[in-house]
């Protein structure tokens, strides 16, 4: 079973402030890009330079990675450590709350290899219900 989350032991009146705030709808946006999700599985459990990053990861720009990049370490998931060298050497890495960020996406991962045949077959019954209903209207 699952640990409780930490919120749920806070006060009831600042349970229902932090829920105004809206932290999942914040957290969703600032996660949701699939480079985004990219970039933090592939860190998991490793420190990685970015050439090496965007050899694993395929079809991203080098510059659309170093903004997937600079944004995932304003938001303190990972972090960047550049070594005094000629010519200099970067790696990145994820910090511990990138690391708890990593839980939570392998759960998203793991209901997404149980549910995605029935998901694309419910699609499937859907567009087929779909043309059935606009040939009966036609």
Do not use: C, H
């Not at 105004?20 to 914040?26: A, D, I, T």
């Not at 000629?86 to 839980?103: A, N, Q």
């Not at 998203?108 to 043309?131: F, G, P, S």
């Amino acid at each position: 079973m699952a640990p409780t989350a930490e919120y749920k032991n806070l006060p009831k009146d600042e349970i229902r402030a932090l829920e105004e705030s809206r932290p999942f709808q914040k957290m969703l946006g600032r996660i949701s890009s699939k480079w985004n999700v990219l970039v933090i599985r592939r860190l998991s459990g490793r420190r990685i330079r970015p050439s090496e990053l965007r050899r694993e990861i395929g079809n991203i720009s080098p510059k659309v990675l170093t903004q997937t990049l600079r944004e995932l370490e304003s938001y303190g998931l990972i972090e960047r450590e550049v070594f005094p060298i000629i010519p200099p050497k970067v790696e990145y890495r994820l910090t511990p709350l990138g690391d708890s960020l990593v839980v939570a996406l392998d759960a998203l991962r793991d209901w997404a290899m149980d549910n995605n045949a029935d998901v694309e077959a419910t699609i499937e019954d859907y567009k087929l219900r779909e043309k059935e209903e606009a040939l009966q209207n036609f």
